[in-house]
């Protein structure tokens, strides 16, 4: 347990140094190795089991942090939720080797180390989020917890004032990093670039992954942080974090994701399909052993994904051999909104298509056919699916329609809906 | 006459990006995720012609559709 020895080990030898912290509190590494090691003591008393499955709502805060490691200490699972390689929701089990080699993929190619200020501003229980705090808690480094990118101005507050009012009078930070999926880094390109253009200098290192960043949005980004090397991903919960790009110093080029890292490999099966190999990958989907089979065969994950190797080794993307709609790096299943838009008493007939949007990329769209004598307005139906369906779910944009174009065996025809491009 | 006009205008376009969201709350602001806030500064930044950036998205221009129309109106005045 690496991560584990490695925040005991801060605790012993710089236990003033900040581990997290958030709007409302800091943690030091002592704070966090005797709390961690507390709430393992009750987990267990409360009965968590070696090798058992453990959730809990993933709140933004130090707390949820907490919990996680300390389900880590009692050997047990913190199951990770995903839509993304099979389509349908599940929770797909990541064991403590598979987190601690994709940690150290990600020092090898990004340089963690202990004076950065690592700034997680998106959902900590997706891997996006969550797999940035073994690398910067195993190196010493601090986690900087943001609710959302709400408040735009909020990400520059802790370049700005120390990040915490217990740290005045010491040392700022002299080097910060961030995941941002390519949404956030678009809206911190419009809307606040003055402000990014002004820290530069101190941005060690962006991250970027989950969905397709545009060349303009990071040539753009080159432009702003000329300094700062920037990063394209490939990463899933099912695979973990297998390949990435350096755009800053390779060229902007699309789709590219770059060679494998350190603990993984990747190849193209017959299909088209990109297969990842290596420590990082899952061990399955919990209490289901079906699903599991399809995806993990012989030790490799299959994706969803299609993609190509070039002669230099790098993966490039080439979008879903299915119909997931990747919106802002989110994956939402159609077939699950259809089913949970069937139970609206307001519309008779439905699709869920992907369809561009300014921000995200892509977003999902409803198309409906109103019941017999409803005049339908899209608020009634998303206000329906809200309590059916995470909020990443519900469609953005609607429109009414006479008829959903079906195949000749009666299924929606989706690909007559598919976005160009 | 004009303002009740743009107000109109303002609710019109946000209510067809924003479904969910409810535009007649005095607590407009907490009911924005990230996405919600920028959607607002980009479709008012196209349909008036002004710029809006992170500094303009506060929880006081953002409070309530009244005060969305204020802060438009002082753009256009400027």
């Known amino acids: ?421 | 006459m004009a303002n009740d006009k743009m107000k109109e205008r303002i609710i019109e376009l946000l209510s067809a990006a924003l479904p969910l969201v409810d535009l007649d709350s005095d607590f407009l602001f907490s009911e924005l995720d990230s996405l919600g806030v920028t959607t607002i500064l980009m479709i008012l930044s196209e349909e008036y012609g002004i710029v809006l950036d992170a500094k303009d998205a506060t929880p006081r221009n953002l409070k309530n559709i009244d005060a969305i129309l204020r802060m438009v109106e002082g753009k256009l005045k400027r």
């Open chain 1, 1 to 421: 347990m690496l991560l584990l020895d490695s925040i005991a080990r801060f605790a012993r030898q710089k236990p003033d140094n900040p581990a997290i912290i958030t709007a409302t509190e800091m943690l030091t590494y002592s704070d966090l190795h005797h709390r961690v090691c507390e709430r393992a003591d009750r987990l267990k008393a409360e009965g968590l089991r070696e090798g058992q499955p453990y959730s809990f709502p993933a709140t933004q805060d130090a707390d949820f942090i907490v919990t996680y490691l300390a389900v880590h200490l009692c050997r047990a699972f913190y199951p990770l939720h995903t839509t993304g390689t099979t389509g349908a929701s599940k929770s797909v089990i990541i064991s403590d080797e598979a987190w601690t080699a994709n940690a150290e993929n990600l020092i090898d190619r990004f340089g963690f180390t202990p004076d950065l200020l690592f700034i997680i501003c998106g959902p900590l229980g997706h891997l996006g989020s969550l797999s940035k705090i073994h690398p910067t808690l195993m190196t010493g480094g601090t986690l900087y917890i943001m609710d959302s990118l709400k408040d735009l101005n909020a990400f520059f507050k802790p370049f700005k004032d120390p990040p915490h009012p217990s740290l005045k009078g010491r040392e700022s930070f002299s080097r910060f990093a961030s995941f941002l999926v390519p949404s956030s880094i678009r809206m911190l390109l419009q809307f606040a670039r003055e402000e990014l253009a002004a820290v530069a200098h101190r941005i060690a290192f962006i991250e970027t992954g989950a969905a397709p960043i545009a060349q303009h949005d990071m040539e753009l980004l080159c432009e702003v942080l000329p300094h700062s090397r920037l990063f394209n991903t490939y990463a899933s919960t099912e695979t973990g974090i297998v390949c990435s790009y350096e755009f800053s110093r390779y060229g902007c080029r699309p789709g590219v994701v770059g060679k494998p890292m350190k603990h993984s490999s990747v190849r193209i099966g017959e299909d088209g399909r990109v297969i990842c190999a290596g420590t990082t990958l899952m061990m399955g989907y919990v209490d289901n052993p079906e699903a599991t089979a399809c995806v993990l065969v012989d030790g490799e994950v299959h994706t969803a994904d299609l993609g190509f190797i070039d002669d230099d080794g790098m993966l490039h993307l080439l979008g879903r051999d299915d119909d997931i709609i990747n919106t802002g790096g989110y994956k939402v299943n159609p077939i699950e909104v259809e089913d949970a838009v069937s139970a609206c008493p307001l519309v008779r007939d439905c699709i869920c298509v992907p369809d561009p949007h300014p921000v995200l990329g892509t977003a999902p769209k409803l198309l409906y056919v109103p019941a017999p004598d409803c005049e339908v307005k899209p608020r009634a139906i998303a206000e329906f699916l809200k309590a059916r369906l995470e909020s990443y779910k519900i469609p953005l944009f609607y429109e009414s329609v006479e008829a959903i174009r079906r195949t000749f065996n009666g299924k929606p025809d989706r690909k007559a809906y598919k976005v160009k491009g």
